[in-house]
């Protein structure tokens, strides 16, 4: 088993709609959570952390649900530049600094105009 | 653009061959990690590089080795390549302690014929 599981899509999604990301990790010692956006043939950056109580940045929200080891990401009014893929992404580690990233397969999103 | 810098940007070496692949991370950063990641895949942790000495690694067989400088650049060196090892290599520096997150490089895309 993986030790960090996503769908790898594609997903195809009208440029507007509201589309889900879902992905869930083995390791319960797991510390922090991120979602990372890969664009074709780019590095990985940083898009959000990932906390329990939830967190939003404009059209994204994020959340942590540790009891089920399950992470989301909701992207809301979806523009033609979301299209990438998305990558889960976990860290044995508590401190930002310190990152032995576990990533997910990635999932990737295309937003049809 | 993050201040991580990868060289060379593409590579193409024969089954057998050593390569060495470099990074210079970013000012103020005193820790790169590598990253591997295979066509469709998620980036893969090889190890962490931190005070000039190993500091972690993943799940790469020995004949993935590591070098960190005094000026923290870094270099991941592969011998008796296969063709699997064919891939994306990313690095990552990042400042231990700090509350601030990870740059990767753009990468070197190496292709084992």
């Known amino acids: 088993r993986k030790e960090v599981e996503q769908d790898p899509g594609p997903f195809n999604v009208p440029e507007g709609a509201t589309v889900a990301f879902n992905c869930t990790y083995s390791?319960?010692?797991?510390?922090?959570f991120f979602w990372y956006r890969q664009d074709c043939r780019k590095e990985p950056k940083l898009l959000m952390s990932?906390?329990?109580s939830g967190n939003e940045d404009g059209r994204f929200t994020a959340q942590l649900n540790r009891a089920s080891q399950y992470i989301s990401l909701l992207i809301r009014d979806s523009k033609l530049s979301d299209s990438a893929t998305y990558l889960c992404v976990v860290n044995y580690e508590s401190n930002f600094g310190n990152e032995k990233l576990t990533f997910g397969t990635g999932t990737r999103l295309t937003i049809i105009p | 653009e993050t201040g991580v810098t990868q060289s060379p940007t593409h590579l193409i070496k024969t089954r057998g061959q050593q390569v060495t692949l470099r990074c210079s991370s970013q000012?103020?950063?005193?820790?790169v990690s590598w990253y591997q990641q295979a066509l469709g895949q998620g980036p893969q942790f090889i190890f962490q590089y931190y005070r000039e000495e190993e500091n972690g690694r993943g799940n790469f067989p020995p004949r993935f080795s590591g070098l960190q400088f005094p000026n923290y650049s870094s270099e991941l060196n592969v011998n008796a390549l296969e063709l699997d090892d064919s891939a994306l290599y990313l690095c990552?520096?990042?400042?231990?302690?700090?509350?601030?997150?990870?740059?990767f490089g753009q990468g070197t895309r190496l292709t084992v014929v």
């Open positions: 990552a520096s990042s400042l231990i302690g700090a509350n601030t997150e990870a740059f």
């Open positions: 990932v906390y329990s």
């Open positions: 000012s103020g950063h005193n820790t």
């Open positions: 390791n319960s010692a797991s510390q922090s």
